[in-house]
């Protein structure tokens, strides 16, 4: 049901003939519209959870998001205290838009919280 709601709404929008909704933070740059990100000027390819995610925080700068936060915003179901998802999706999502993954920029861990949006760089 949640499947045919959401195709619902995807395919109903009026997208055809809109402005693309492009959120910019620093280096990085979502377009809603067309599914592109690009780092640094660069086109990166992410899976639909990755784009999910980062879009949550472009969206949100500010806010710092729990794991459960995520998960619930991203997978659309009730957290089961499986962290490893999120902690997964987090890692590989750096891994595609951070220079250096082990010190990441774009998305800071808040200890003993959660993560955050990182402020411009």
Known sequence: MKAQIRRY???????????AEVIKHGDLELNSNTYEVMVAGQKKSLTAKEFAILKLFLTHPIRVFTKSQIFESVWQEESMSDDNTVMVHINRLRGKIEKDPSNPVHIQ????????????C
């Open 9 to 19: 709404k995807v395919f109903n929008s009026d997208v055809a003939g809109s402005e």
């Open 109 to 120: 861990t808040v200890w003993g919280f959660g993560y955050k949006l990182g402020e411009e």
